[in-house]
């Protein structure tokens, strides 16, 4: 078989195990599957799933990545106040909001992905992506080694099992979390940005 065949063939694959996952995360949530009932629903070998993702991790993060494509998009190549040409003090509390937002709407992935393997998500090329474009916003407005670290801080401030603790234990609502985020980042913000 050409080599361009088995590419597509490989590309078509893990598409329809991402498809697969999709729908079955939708109806039973991410930690009630098995990568078996994956391959099983994707018509392909467990083999193939593992070949294509590595392992249980490899696959949640390539679903988050999918999923936040558009969002990735925005803020890469958006317009104000997401994207990269917004002053610091508008793009960043609006990547934070818009990030807070995502992980609220895909709560049982994220926090399934967040503890999954014994793979740091520090590592994940997810989170490099988002501290990358964090820390550079930081940096506008702010030296280079403190902006990597308050990017670090605010992405923790957004985990999705922090915001599962205040909506399920601490009893917050959706308004009160992004309200109190808000907050959070202007108070971390070099007072000369803020609006």
């Known amino acids: 078989m050409p080599e361009s065949r088995q590419r597509a063939d490989a590309v078509r694959s893990r598409e329809a195990v991402l498809d697969a996952a999709e729908a ?10 098995s990568m078996n009932a994956v391959a099983s629903a994707a018509g392909v070998g467990k083999g193939t799933v593992f070949r294509a993702f590595t392992d249980r991790a490899g696959l949640l993060q390539a679903l988050a990545e999918r999923r936040t494509a558009a969002l990735r998009r925005a803020v890469a190549e958006g317009p104000a106040p997401l994207g990269p040409d917004a002053p610091p003090h508008e793009r960043i509390p609006a990547v934070l909001d818009a990030l ?9 992935l994220y926090l399934v992905l967040e503890e ?14 988002w501290h990358t474009t964090l820390r550079d916003s930081l940096a506008q407005c702010a030296d280079a080694g403190r ?4 990017a670090h801080a605010l992405l923790a401030a957004v985990r999705a099992d922090l915001i599962a603790h205040l909506l399920t234990v601490e009893g917050l609502s959706v308004d009160e979390i992004r309200d109190r985020l808000a907050v959070y980042v202007r108070s971390v913000l070099p007072r000369d940005t803020h609006v």
């Open 24 to 33: 079955l995360f939708a109806r039973s949530g991410p930690a009630e599957v």
């Open 100 to 108: 807070a937002r995502f992980k609220l709407d895909n709560q049982s």
């Open 116 to 129: 999954a393997g014994a793979a740091s998500p520090y590592r994940s090329p997810s989170y490099t992506w």
């Open 147 to 150: 902006a990597d670290f308050v």
